[in-house]
């Protein structure tokens, strides 16, 4: 039997039936069902409190502990084989556990923000939704690294890793269910939109970018370290700087990499967060590498660079991945930095260039460079003024472009190509659905006549033709017509400008709140 729980006003309580209903949806699908059930109710009757609020506060700590648990089971299981690829995955699980951890404990503390509002002016894409859709996809890219191994470990780890997926889907169905009910008191003069705000600005953006805001100067940061090949800087190698880098920065920390050809592979943890890199340039400054899966590597450890840590800026660089087409997935650039931010940089790569991991990106005037899935992933991504070029596949090959990885509706990830130009080669298709609801859209952008006129390709058979989500809008171009194109269900020719507009800046990646601090110039709309 249910708990029964008292209103409290402030919690914003609707009633006990919603509250067990929520309760009863906390716990739905999961593997120990009635084990569930005990464990939230216990966790309510402990805080005294029956309300949406804090039912969600509720399951997200029982997610938490599902995690921690997880984590300790692989942990074990770490030195039960001598595969190196094997072991490799182990490691990407922990760091990608590690990840939701973060994302669930961000969320936990972010519960205060959740405000009342009503469906017209609701944001889907705040951070509790854009982090707990992050924390979903950590456990379906741990799994995946045990692709060419013999399954063993995976077969071990997948039950719970499953487990903690129920748990973070069920907490995005209560999240829908509750998004338009009073859980904070109302708002005041010192709040925006859910946001604390300090001198006038979301409390994340830091006092250094705030003050460069209100002086009209947003180039003007200085400089902290200069990295350069000759020995005329602080440091030579990247991977130096970054590590003598502050971590959990307040604020911005700008390293500036001189011209030069940087051979290394670089790794941003999350701990480095509020990071910038600025090169002399597309093809001036430029980090290259080789990994790539067939030298045993996961994908999620092939990038030229993966940066993690919250707030990563790019500006004027080039990542490249050498590895060629022959040796399948090799990562230039992996990102699972939330409000990060690339301005006029070059992705160069084959297959997977650009792995969009997750979270809230944005890719502003870049160059992006491959032939199969090269952006891929299940971030949140918006790219404006970007060209998008396409490189010879291998035989019998064909070159998609995005292979995005949503994989349930109430996540808000998704890929947003706006204003930008496909400059396609070979013939080339805009996208194929890597999960069941993935989800991409092209507005106001150019197509080469080699984009084929169904412009979309099937991943295998009928497979999530139904569930995704793909469409057109207002693009142009030879290779743009929409006469051939598919008669998916899911596919989309978009012919409102109130339905592109929710793929903009402004509401897709919620841009407003965070990009003006960048100093990178971006479209908030459809338009200029």
């Avoid at 509720?58 to 300790?72: C, E, F, K, P, Y």
Wanted: with cysteine; proline share 4%; net charge neutral.
């Amino acid at each position: 039997m249910l708990p029964s729980f008292h209103a409290n006003p402030q919690e914003g309580n609707l009633g006990n039936g919603f509250i067990q209903d929520l309760i009863i949806q906390a716990c739905a699908n999961t593997t120990n069902h009635q084990s569930c059930l005990s464990n939230l109710q216990a966790e309510l009757v402990h805080t005294g409190k029956g309300s949406p609020n804090s039912v969600l506060r509720a399951g997200i700590s029982a997610t938490l502990t599902q995690v921690n648990r997880a984590i300790s089971m692989i942990t074990k299981v770490s030195t039960l084989s001598v595969d190196p690829r094997e072991q490799m995955a182990v490691e990407d699980c922990k760091e990608l556990l590690d990840f939701s951890v973060s994302e669930l404990s961000w969320s936990l503390s972010d519960m205060r923000n959740i405000r009342s509002t009503n469906p017209s002016s609701h944001n889907p894409q705040g951070n509790f939704k854009a982090w707990l859709s992050a924390a979903l996809t950590n456990q379906d890219t741990c799994l995946e690294g045990f692709e060419g191994t013999n399954g063993h470990i995976r077969d071990y780890m997948e039950g719970s890793l499953q487990q903690v997926s129920q748990l973070i889907s069920n907490l995005l169905v209560m999240y829908h269910k509750m998004h338009s009910i009073p859980l904070t008191p109302p708002r005041d003069e010192t709040q925006e939109n859910g946001e604390e705000l300090v001198s006038g600005f979301p409390k994340w953006v830091t006092e250094e970018d705030r003050e460069l805001l209100l002086a009209a100067r947003p180039h003007s940061r200085r400089i902290d370290v200069v990295v350069a090949l000759d020995g005329s800087g602080h440091y030579r190698s990247i991977t130096e700087a970054v590590m003598e880098a502050p971590n959990y920065s307040g604020r911005r920390y700008v390293i500036h990499v001189r011209k030069g050809v940087y051979r290394e592979n670089l790794d941003l943890k999350k701990k480095k967060t509020n990071i910038s890199l600025l090169g002399d340039g597309i093809g001036a400054t430029v980090i290259t590498g080789a990994r790539n899966f067939m030298q045993g590597y996961t994908t999620f450890r092939t990038p030229t660079i993966a940066v993690s840590g919250r707030g990563f800026i790019a500006k004027d660089m080039t990542f490249r991945n050498t590895a060629g087409p022959e040796n399948h997935q090799a990562v230039a650039l992996r990102v699972d930095s939330d409000l990060s931010a690339f301005y006029r940089c070059s992705m160069e790569g084959y297959q997977d260039t650009l792995y969009s991991h997750s979270l809230r990106q944005f890719y502003r005037e870049c160059n992006i460079y491959g032939t199969i899935d090269f952006i891929f992933g299940n971030g949140q991504a918006v790219f404006q003024e970007c060209k998008i070029f396409t490189r010879k596949p291998l035989p019998l090959q064909k070159v998609t472009i995005t292979a995005q990885g949503r994989k349930d509706p109430h996540q808000s990830t998704g890929f947003s190509i706006q204003h930008s130009e496909v400059l396609a080669t070979y013939p080339t298709y805009l996208g194929r659905p890597w999960k069941l609801y993935s989800r991409t859209v092209y507005m106001n952008t150019f197509m080469s006549y080699q984009v084929q006129p169904r412009g979309w390709l099937e991943w295998l058979g009928n497979f999530a033709l139904d569930t995704l989500y793909y469409g057109e809008y207002n693009n142009y171009g030879p290779g743009a017509g929409l006469g051939g194109r598919v008669r998916w269900p899911g596919f989309h020719i978009i012919k409102d400008a109130a339905t592109a507009s929710f793929f903009t800046v402004e509401r897709f990646i919620d841009g407003l709140r965070w990009l003006p601090s960048t100093g990178i110039t971006f479209t908030l709309g459809l338009t200029e």
